[in-house]
């Protein structure tokens, strides 16, 4: 750590940012990708380490951040559009645009309740795993094991050539 936030007793002052969350924050820039596609409109989020369990767990702690963002953002957007459409619908006469209003209210609510339930606003469709790793035999194993018995028959061959061709 570094002596700039460390008090007078010898402990760590936290409320001002300590250096491994900038280099947390690095880690996150270089090891993970987030990507939407332009198509379908999903979000994939993937992680890079020479470690697969450090992946996932890197990858699962961005998934879980980035869920609790946007649940929140959602539902602050949904209770503020709430508030100004329950105005308008208090201001407005007219029974066509109190239709309307009454609709993006329905809209509004639904987005609260879906941040408030435990399934939340966004689904999760492929979550991270460990790759299984695929056993099969070296390649270079075996172009040894092939080179060495060929080279083997053609020495022995060589070897005993002239043992058969003088008891023909």
Known sequence: FSDSITQANGKYDLSSK????????EYVKSNVEIAQEQQTGLIMISSYSSSPSSAKYVLEIVINSFIEYI?????????????????MLDQNNNQVTNLSL???I???IQKMVLSK???????????????????APSKLAFILLVTFLFMSILYTSLM?????????
């Open 160 to 168: 005993l050539k002239p043992y058969l061709i003088k008891s023909n």
């Open 18 to 25: 300590p250096p491994f969350m900038f280099a947390y924050k």
């Open 106 to 108: 329905q809209a509004d």
């Open 102 to 104: 009454s609709k993006l």
């Open 71 to 87: 649940t929140q953002r959602e539902s602050e957007m949904a209770e503020s559009s709430l508030s100004y459409l329950s105005s």
């Open 117 to 135: 339930s435990k399934d939340g606003i966004i689904e999760i469709i492929d979550s991270p795993y460990i790759p299984v790793e695929k056993y």
